[in-house]
């Protein structure tokens, strides 16, 4: 066994093995040890369904299933390994309006990335699977390069490609340790001896919280128990082979929630049931390989009925063998590909619940990511990161049956799963609850999405068209305009960087100049090595060497251990976490500060509170770092206060504003406000997949100011011309649906771009859409289509801001204080 490599991949299972084969493939071949503890694929992958669905909402994950499935179609031809692809295309069901709007959405985002798909009729869907009942259907979406394929010979392929690169693979040797050595590298001790090396690859599926608690990670996956059937063969489908007949697309029904594919003259039945449990909370014995589980027929019976009224021959046919096997889950169904937080060249590619279809594009953006130091595309629906320390066990199963039993439901853009709900809430959570506020959560949070009122049921309602909530955020949104409204936002997250180093290390970490006095507050990116938005922080200089940041709640994790990854380790900056420590409410609009002047004997006119400053003050007695700025361009304050204060705070304010008509505000009603302003989002207009530049960040981004983190290929980007470039819509003839972000946008039949995020904006009376187009088409007055739910709506490029393009409300230019 070699003593020394330069990456150790843990783990031979289809996405290990695809790992493998990457990095071979970037150059590390002779230094890449692959070691499984027993015969590759002897995990999960061996008793995999091998279906190869495109089929995803996340832009992210859309990406990397395109490319396993083309990589996959070339794989017999490298290697001359047999792999099994049968390219048969991929039928969707429709029963209802809903399911069709949700594949009519994904369809637009799937021309984006360059994916083919089909809408059907009944009819037609009779024509292309007779054996089908199209009794009930509305309508199929058609994958036409969609298929299986044999998952252990995929890997054998993958391993057979990545050795003829120079790579090892170990057979039969157990990860017994990884520990840190002196010099900082990893050293991986296996029954075969020990192995020194600069990185380490978690691919371990089922045992990946045991293989994390080696090195003192609590990674957040865990195994579901999955089900297929495998039926005997059938007459219709054996008669339809000897004529010669091409085998039927693979069928799914997502609202019975199973999927059909012919195996053999007969059929294999994949159910999704409710009530699928968690297994190995803990991980594998050792010892465990090729296992699987007691059926529960039982579980399936409401699915196996609704296959056979759809499909009458599936009933006629004997069960050959039932299949149950663990499968590994994540709380949103995504697996984790990426860097693990506080490790530096430890990387996870755990948590695969459908891991034939996404081995090969998570191996190759993980290699990418290693070799190179960033991925390719915009992996954040994939990234570890998005998780936090309060995923406990308990969590998990929690989340993890709910993301199994959820695979085939409607995936509204406006979802709000429940499971282990609340979570984590601040103080203000009952006071808002008592006023209408329906929540969803970010992060463990429960944050106010809308409030309830006149009489509406205090319920959320999900659509891919205007929701029933579309009345009540009008409401908010136009009331913030005319007076003022509060938003609890206490989920931000909050640290502050100190110490002797801690200006020039920030100066280095973003793109923008640092505030340069005391009390001053800038809007900073931190760029990616190649030049890509990586984090947004809203930056206060406290002191000469002690700065507070604020970013978005969803990226806590990312964020700060961005930041942590940079830091000089001669301890001359210093990182305190503080989210859990200080609440905030933000307080806007054009009454925001005569109600602040109420509460407080400090002074909030213009002169005295400039725009983009922040000062400690008093409120009703309660210490409050005040801050003003916020994201729905009105005149407002973020006021960062003692969470365990919060209640005393709040309830100061409603007292003082009730002639004021003060009221709470939820994140929709906020994003209507910043669509009206253009501001971006980090994870939609933001990304490293776009420059700074493309994303129209100009005025954020000084290359003269010194060196800092991306500058040379953001400015070797401009130089060469970019890509892309923001631009805003206004989207025309809208009625009952708005853009919602991966809509395709077009002219004269040609793709030009992605819109990024879409709404209404209330104080304009016009939908809108945020979205990245060719240069050539950025320019104000040039129009285009815009996909939203199957239909092209003209679009027309407008500057940015069309509400308050001067910032005369932001800037409160007649001081209505």
């Not at 299933?65 to 099994?84: F, I, M």
């Not at 029904?253 to 049931?273: A, K, T, V």
């Not at 050792?286 to 296959?307: C, N, S, T, V």
Request: net charge negative; hydrophobic share 40%; proline share 5%.
């Amino acid at each position: 066994m070699k003593s020394h490599a330069r990456v150790v991949v843990i783990g031979g299972g289809v996405v290990g093995v695809s790992t493998l084969y990457h990095l071979a493939g970037k150059g590390w071949g002779d230094d890449a040890v692959l070691v499984e503890k027993a015969e590759l694929t002897s995990g999960s992958t061996w008793h995999a369904a091998g279906l190869l669905p495109l089929f995803n909402m996340s832009y992210s994950v859309g990406q990397i299933h395109k490319y396993s499935v083309n990589l996959y179609q070339e794989l017999e031809e490298e290697t001359g390994q047999q792999v099994g692809f049968r390219q048969v295309g991929n039928l969707r069901l429709a029963m209802n309006r809903d399911r069709m709007d949700e594949y009519y959405q994904y369809a637009a985002t799937a021309r984006t990335i360059g994916v083919r798909t089909e809408f059907l009729t009944p009819e037609q869907i009779g024509e292309i699977w007779p054996l089908c009942n199209t009794d009930g259907l509305v309508g199929a979406l058609f994958h036409p390069e969609d298929g299986y394929i044999q998952p252990a010979d995929l890997t054998q392929a993958l391993a057979k490609g990545a050795r003829a690169r120079g790579a090892v693979i170990y057979r039969n040797t157990m990860v017994e340790g990884i520990e840190r050595t002196a010099s900082g590298e990893w050293r991986v001790k296996t029954s075969g001896g020990d192995i020194t090396c600069e990185h380490v690859v978690s691919a371990t599926g089922n045992y990946a919280r045991r293989t994390g608690a080696m090195v003192g990670l609590d990674i957040p996956v865990m195994p579901v128990e999955h089900q297929y059937i495998v039926t005997e063969s059938h007459p219709d489908l054996t008669d339809r082979a000897g004529r010669g007949l091409p085998e039927m697309a693979v069928l799914r029904e997502s609202d019975g929630s199973w999927y059909l594919r012919e195996e053999n003259q007969g059929f294999i039945l994949g159910p999704y049931e409710k009530g699928a449990p968690c297994c190995y909370p803990d991980g594998p014995a050792d010892g465990a390989e090729y296992e699987l589980f007691q059926e529960d027929i039982e579980r399936l019976e409401p699915h196996i009925e609704a296959a056979m009224n759809r499909v009458p021959a599936f009933a006629e046919c004997g069960i050959k063998q039932v299949y149950n096997g663990a499968i590994a889950y994540t709380p949103d169904g995504n697996p984790i590909v990426g860097p693990a937080w506080g490790l530096r060249n430890f990387w996870l590619n755990e948590g695969h619940s459908f891991g034939i279809t996404a081995a090969g594009g998570a191996g190759w953006q993980l290699a990418e990511w290693i070799v190179e130091g960033e991925p390719g595309i915009d992996m954040l629906g994939v990234e570890p990161r998005r998780f936090g320390d309060y995923v406990s066990k308990d969590y998990l199963i929690k989340k993890n049956e709910e993301a199994y039993s959820h695979v085939f439901i409607i995936h509204y853009p406006d979802e709000e799963r429940p499971a282990a709900r609340p979570l984590k809430t601040a103080p203000c959570y009952g006071r808002l609850m008592e006023m209408g506020a329906v929540f969803g959560q970010k992060f463990g949070w429960e944050r106010a999405n809308w409030f309830a009122g006149d009489g509406m049921a205090q319920e959320d309602h999900w659509s891919f068209r205007r929701s029933r909530w579309f009345e009540a955020i009008r409401k908010e949104a136009l009331h913030v305009n005319r007076a003022v409204g509060l938003l609890d936002m206490t989920p931000f997250a909050k640290c502050r960087i100190s110490g002797p180093g801690a200006a020039a290390f920030l100066d280095y970490m973003v793109a923008n100049r640092l505030p340069a006095k005391t009390g001053r507050i800038r809007l900073c990116h931190a760029l990616n090595r190649n030049g890509g938005v990586h984090s947004e922080f809203t930056i206060t200089r406290e002191a000469e060497d002690s700065f507070y940041l604020v970013s978005a709640a969803a990226w806590q994790r990312l964020d700060h251990d961005y930041l942590a990854g940079y830091m000089p380790a001669d301890g001359s900056v210093n990182y305190e976490h503080l989210t859990d420590s200080i609440g905030v409410f933000v307080v806007t609009g054009p009454l925001a500060g005569k109600l602040l002047q109420r509460v407080s004997a400090d002074d909030f006119s213009n002169g005295a509170f400039p725009f983009l400053s922040a000062r400690q003050v008093e409120m009703a007695g309660i210490p409050v770092h005040a801050l003003r700025v916020n994201y729905v361009g009105e005149l407002g304050w973020e006021l960062h206060h003692p969470v365990e204060r919060q209640n005393e705070l709040f309830d100061a304010l409603f007292a003082a504003g009730e002639d004021l008509e003060l009221r709470p505000f939820g994140i929709r009603a906020m994003d209507s406000l910043r669509l009206e302003k253009s501001y971006r989002m980090v994870g939609t207009e933001l990304s490293i997949e776009y420059s700074a530049y493309e994303s129209a960040m100009d005025r954020f981004v000084f290359p003269d100011k010194g060196d800092f983190l991306g500058r040379e290929q953001l400015l070797a980007g401009r130089e060469r011309g970019l890509n892309y470039r923001l631009v805003t819509l206004e989207v025309q003839d809208t009625d009952d649906a708005d853009a919602l972000g991966n809509n395709a946008l077009t002219r004269n039949g040609e793709l030009i771009g992605r819109a990024t995020s879409g709404g209404f904006g209330f104080r304009v009376g016009q939908s809108l859409a945020l979205g990245m187009v060719r240069p050539e088409y950025a320019q104000a007055g040039i129009d285009m289509e815009i996909d939203i739910l199957n239909r092209n709506y003209r679009s027309v490029v407008i500057p940015e801001s069309p509400f308050d393009p001067d910032n005369e409300r932001l800037l409160d230019i007649n001081d209505a204080n």
